[in-house]
């Protein structure tokens, strides 16, 4: 834990580091560094990328910065040093901790981890990213040029310089993960750098009129009205005057796959219906038009279509479709999960709505809605229409392995209830090489029928209510809906289908849920929104959430091609490839990157049984220090789903912004244990069974054990979120009741994976889809509604 206090044997090389200044896009311009592929001689094999950038205000008299501190993903933490020596000088540290940064101000004093330094305020900016290879940490640091350290008992005050300055920087560059402490903690005891150097750091070149431009464009991440309503009224007059209140039977906030099955049937049934969304198009069906792929542009396909291109969700420049509001994935756009996910497609075995797992009795045979769901979205093995596999050696290589330890080879959705040491093929619900789903069948449906109303761009606020009785729904969209607000007849309903965290916000903001969270929402610039404080209804929102923990094996066998690990798909894909795909919509582009599956049920210590389920692809992100065969890498992810007994919990900030409050994974120890030794099992024999395949990560100097041990939690996410405002019997425990009605309200409903009571077999929007049914048919039936 020793660190190097100065830098000053260095100094002779100011100058030699000159700034440099760039844009990232039409206002985003910083002075700085932008080095790429250094080499770390404490670490001879690792290279890393690292720009660090700052952009000042033109007003000189102002003590604020905008930073931006961009690096590879090998680098455990960045400190950024506001002067040419660590000691005595302010310093910015910040690491990834899974997909959220973790930042403190510092000031090294002596030859131990810099302590914290109070005074500066950093705020995360929603400028900032993280992609397959990078993260980038864009912030507002104010009170942040000039600091104080202490001489012996004198306080000594240093000020920022007005045109220069020295600056300097460390980065701890370490595979396996060990130079945060506890990289959750913003305080954290840290190794030392293993890399540093000092620039001089060109201020009068960072100065740009747009800073508050910048600052409005980054820190807005959701478009708030202001929050009296007279200001709103009085700003959208005409569009007011204009704009004849329409009163709806039901009103669905949110069209993700629980929204747009809930608005499909509900219009079936004759109620007139509104369904509003936050985005916008998606596929090319619902009218997408951005994202077409360079090399697709005679098909009009975009990314959300086109099934290869799933890897690249996560690798593109500028990804407006991912929620900036929370700090895990989620789809913002219309469609919501299903137009950005793998697509990955199991309906559920009929004990999964067991009440074991937390299911009402009313609940326990899903079997009638799967085969209605199978009606309107068949599963289709393989993806590409020609019936042909294609890229297929991970299958082909995983399959004489498990087939070697007694897994049955099965087309696995011919037969929903069998998971245990069976493997096969993924299903999916691509259709004829494109992404189907609810948007190509549910959506166009309702779209048809004249008693059905979409509304995109339309962002929900909260209900409206009296007591108990919800009478509209408070939106931005002041063009469509007078003064923003949805209306409902007056037997009419509301149904949260905003997925988990967007419908725990919006119960927040509604003064529904646990008390600490109604006084985030009275911080925030909604607070005007809140129901006086006796209305408020505390339940348990954002409690009992959970998510499949996952854990990232990778190796390599000399016969699997990674294609190039999914790098060059947008950009410049394999011309046979691209070309076959445009030509008809099959080949390796009908599919996404999965290529096997399989599950086995495990035992628990505590006598519980746990299943297991691995998904394997081509390519994958090792990290290990050996050199490895780079074009023969493959990754297995071992998910822990039905049966993990770990609870988490989810919440906002006083930004809104959603986030997990407590990480669900491996809460229960007997959770790690039951996967732990479910991977050990899997793999064991591999190596016998598959001659020339080497396992990367963990490498030979790690043990498995170890491995899971410092596996980075917020990395076992699985985007399977389900929990947030499950079902059940009384509002101690649940926030709906059996009707998926809100407990304490007349006519709130929630229809998404919020209500799903415990983890699902497998990935979960075939599950979530199997409860929209048999949840919109018991809301349907319910006595009481328009
Ligand atoms: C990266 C990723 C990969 C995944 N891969 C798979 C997979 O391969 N297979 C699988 O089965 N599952 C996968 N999933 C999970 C699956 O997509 C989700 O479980 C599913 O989409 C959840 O459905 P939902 O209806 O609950 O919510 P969502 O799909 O999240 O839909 C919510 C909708 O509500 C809208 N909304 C939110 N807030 C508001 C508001 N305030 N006002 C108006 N509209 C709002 C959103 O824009 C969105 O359209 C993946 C998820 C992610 C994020
Ligand atoms: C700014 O930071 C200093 C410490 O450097 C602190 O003493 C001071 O209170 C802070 N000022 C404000 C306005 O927060
Ligand atoms: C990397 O981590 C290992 C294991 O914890 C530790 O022994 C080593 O000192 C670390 N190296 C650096 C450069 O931090
Ligand atoms: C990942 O993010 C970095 C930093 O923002 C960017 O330079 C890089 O192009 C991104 N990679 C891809 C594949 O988009
Ligand atoms: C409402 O919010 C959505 C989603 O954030 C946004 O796209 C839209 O432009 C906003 N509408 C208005 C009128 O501000
Ligand atoms: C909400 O904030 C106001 C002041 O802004 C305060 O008076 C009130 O007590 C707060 N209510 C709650 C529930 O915290
Ligand atoms: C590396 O993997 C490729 C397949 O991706 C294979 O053709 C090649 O022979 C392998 N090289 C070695 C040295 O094993
Ligand atoms: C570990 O693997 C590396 C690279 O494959 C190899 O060079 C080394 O000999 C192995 N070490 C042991 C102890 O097996
Ligand atoms: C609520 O339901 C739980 C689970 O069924 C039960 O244990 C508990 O006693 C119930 N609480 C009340 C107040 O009815």
């Not at 080499?39 to 660090?52: E, G, H, M, Y």
């Not at 959750?184 to 800073?211: C, E, K, N, P, V």
């Not at 994202?291 to 593109?316: C, H, Q, Y």
Request: hydrophobic share 35%; proline share 6%.
């Amino acid at each position: 834990m020793k660190f190097s206090l100065t830098l000053a044997g260095l100094l002779p090389f100011i100058g030699q580091a000159l700034a440099v200044t760039w844009c990232d896009s039409a206002n985003f311009c910083y002075s700085g560094i932008r080095k790429t592929a250094l080499t770390d001689p404490q670490n001879p094999s690792a290279t890393f990328d690292l720009t660090i950038g700052a952009a000042y205000p033109t007003d000189t008299t102002r003590t604020e910065f905008i930073g931006e501190i961009v690096a590879t993903k090998n680098a455990n933490w960045v400190g950024y040093d506001m002067g040419g020596s660590m000691a005595n000088n302010l310093m910015i540290l910040v690491w990834l901790n899974g997909n959220n940064f973790v930042y403190s101000t510092r000031m090294a004093t002596d030859y131990v981890t810099p302590p914290v330094y109070s005074g500066p305020v950093v705020t995360q900016l929603a400028a900032s990213t993280v992609n397959a290879t990078h993260w980038k940490f864009v912030f507002r640091c104010q009170n942040c040029t000039s600091w104080t350290y202490n001489s012996g008992g004198t306080p000594v005050t240093t000020t920022m310089g007005t045109t220069s300055q020295v600056q300097s920087y460390g980065i701890c560059l370490n595979s396996t993960a060990s130079c945060v402490t506890s990289p959750t903690s913003a305080s954290s005891a840290l190794q030392q750098h293993s890399y540093f150097d000092i620039w001089g750091q060109d201020i009068a070149s960072g100065r740009t009129s747009a800073y508050d431009l910048m600052l409005g464009s980054t820190s807005t991440t959701l478009s708030i009205p202001a929050s009296t309503s007279t200001t709103r009224t009085s700003s959208t007059t005409s569009a007011s005057s204009t704009a004849i209140p329409t009163p709806y039977d039901y009103i669905i906030v949110g069209g993700g796959p629980g929204g747009i099955i809930a608005a499909d049937r509900i219009s079936q049934a004759g109620k007139k219906v509104l369904l509003l969304e936050r985005g916008g198009p998606s596929t090319k069906e619902t009218g997408g038009t951005r994202e077409v792929a360079p090399w697709a542009k005679s098909t009009g396909l975009t990314r959300f279509d086109i099934p290869g291109l799933f890897e690249n969700m996560f690798g593109a420049d500028d990804p407006w479709w991912w929620c900036k509001d929370l700090t895990v994935f989620g789809g913002c756009l219309l469609g919501g999960g299903t137009v950005i996910n793998g697509m990955l497609y199991f309906p559920p075995p009929t004990y999964e709505f067991s009440s074991v797992y937390g299911w009402p009795s009313e609940w326990s045979n899903p079997t009638a809605a799967i085969a209605q769901l199978l009606a309107r979205l068949p599963s289709y093995t393989p993806p590409s229409s020609d019936n042909k596999y294609y890229l297929d050696q991970v299958y082909t290589l995983l399959k004489s392995h498990f087939s070697k330890k007694g897994y049955s080879e099965v087309v696995i959705n011919d037969n929903r209830d069998w998971k245990d040491s069976i493997y096969g093929h993924p299903a999916y619900n691509f259709h004829n090489g494109i992404r189907s789903g609810v948007t190509h069948t549910y959506l166009q449906t309702a779209k048809a029928r004249s008693n059905f109303k979409l509304m995109l761009y339309t962002y929900a606020h909260s209900v409206v209510r009296n007591g108990a009785t919800i009478t509209g729904v408070r939106t931005n969209n002041t063009i469509d809906l007078p003064n923003g607000i949805a209306t409902l007849t007056p037997k009419g309903r509301v149904i949260l289908s905003s997925g988990v965290y967007g419908t725990a916000r919006i119960l927040f903001t509604s003064g529904i849920g646990p008390t600490d969270m109604i006084q985030q929402v009275n911080q925030s610039a909604v607070a005007s929104y809140l129901p006086p404080w006796n209305q408020y209804i505390n339940l348990p929102v954002g409690q009992y959430v959970s998510d499949n923990p996952s854990i990232n094996l990778v190796f390599t066998h000399p016969a699997v091609d990674d294609f190039e690990n999914w790098q060059n798909i947008w950009d410049s894909p394999r011309t046979a490839d691209a070309a076959q795909y445009v030509a008809s919509q099959t080949g390796v582009f009908a599919s996404s990157s999965p290529r096997f599956n399989f599950w086995k049920a495990l035992w628990g210590a505590d006598g519980k049984t746990r299943w297991m389920q691995g998904t394997a692809r081509p390519g994958g992100w090792p990290s290990t220090e050996q050199s490895f065969n780079t074009t023969a890498v493959f990754t297995i992810t071992f998910y822990l789903s039905l049966g993990i007994t770990s609870r988490g919990r989810i919440g906002i900030n006083s930004d809104l912004k959603g986030f997990p409050l407590v990480q669900p994974w491996f809460q229960d120890p007997n959770d790690k244990s039951a996967l732990l030794k479910g991977i050990t099992d899997a793999i064991a024999d591999m190596k016998t069974n598959l001659p020339g395949l080497v396992m990367i990560t963990p490498d030979n100097t790690t043990t498995l054990s170890a491995f899971v041990d410092a596996y980075d939690k917020a990395s076992m996410n699985s985007n399977h979120w389900v929990g947030s405002t499950r079902i059940g019997a009384n509002s101690s425990v649940a926030v709906v009741d059996t009707n998926c009605k809100v407990f304490n309200t007349n006519n709130l409903f929630v229809l998404d994976a919020g209500i799903i009571p415990s983890q699902p077999m497998s990935n979960t929007h075939a599950s979530v889809m199997t409860a929209a049914e048999m949840g919109v048919a018991r809301i349907l039936a319910l006595t009481g509604g328009a």
